[in-house]
Antibody
């Protein structure tokens, strides 16, 4: 049974870069069937999809965050990563990593959904 | 930006049927998914591709999607079903792919 665990610094200063790691166990991060993604949850905005990455490095990004995020994968360590630049208090959230499964094309629309979630890690942006 | 709209709260008595709605303009042409989140825990997928149940999810959970409304139905709700429920779907209003969650519905079973 695949498991994911997000980890990060806990506290980040405004304007700095938030770096998070997700460690995958019990499954292959190089599986051709899945993307790997990040989601965050804030009291004000609820759940927000951040982005998703394939083991090859192909990625999808939330358009509202695209300019500030970089995602990467280390297949040898079965880890994937998120960097969020120029953080503000609005980036304070619980950050989750997840495995994403693809749905069949439906009316020509592509969809990926989170079928396995890791425990979240809390990030507070404060000076 | 695209929004999926859910009622903030729904209440149901144990053993009765709870229905949670999710409305969105793109739902006629996109799949709806549903997540259950209990306090302090990560979300869990309970319905995918409108009406499919993942392994391990009780049969009392079902989903439908018609027009601009997707619905999660819990038939014979149990106390342990008390949680927040979120719908999730594709935003087709932008050129770049984007996926969004509804604002969540707090289900109270009492």
């Amino acid at each position: 049974q695949v498991q994911l665990q997000a980890s990060g610094p806990g506290l980040v200063k405004p304007s700095e870069t938030l770096s998070l790691t997700c460690t995958v166990s019990g499954g292959l991060i190089t599986s051709s069937s899945y993307f790997w993604g990040w989601i965050r949850q804030t009291p004000g905005k609820g759940l927000e999809w951040i982005g998703s990455i394939y083991y090859s490095g192909s990625a999808y990004h939330n358009p509202s965050l695209k300019s500030r995020i970089t995602m990467s994968v280390d297949t040898s360590q079965t880890q994937f990563f998120l960097e969020l630049r120029s953080v503000t208090a609005a980036d304070t959230a619980v950050y989750y990593c997840a495995r994403l499964e693809a749905s069949p094309f439906h009316f020509g629309v592509l969809a990926y959904y989170m079928d396995v979630w890791g425990r979240g890690t809390t990030v507070i942006v404060s000076s | 930006s695209y929004e999926l709209t859910q009622p903030p709260s729904v209440s149901v008595s144990p053993g009765h049927t709870a229905r949670i709605s999710c409305s969105g303009d793109a739902l006629p042409k996109t799949f709806a998914y549903w997540y259950q989140q209990k306090s302090g825990q990560a979300p869990v997928l309970v319905i995918y591709e409108d009406n499919k149940r993942p392994s391990g999810i009780p049969e009392r959970f079902s989903g439908s999607n018609s027009g601009t409304m997707a619905t999660l139905t819990i038939s014979g709700a149990q106390v342990e079903d008390e949680a927040d429920y979120y719908c999730y779907s594709t935003d087709t209003s932008v050129e770049l792919l984007n996926w969004v969650f509804g604002g969540g519905t707090k289900l109270t079973v009492l």
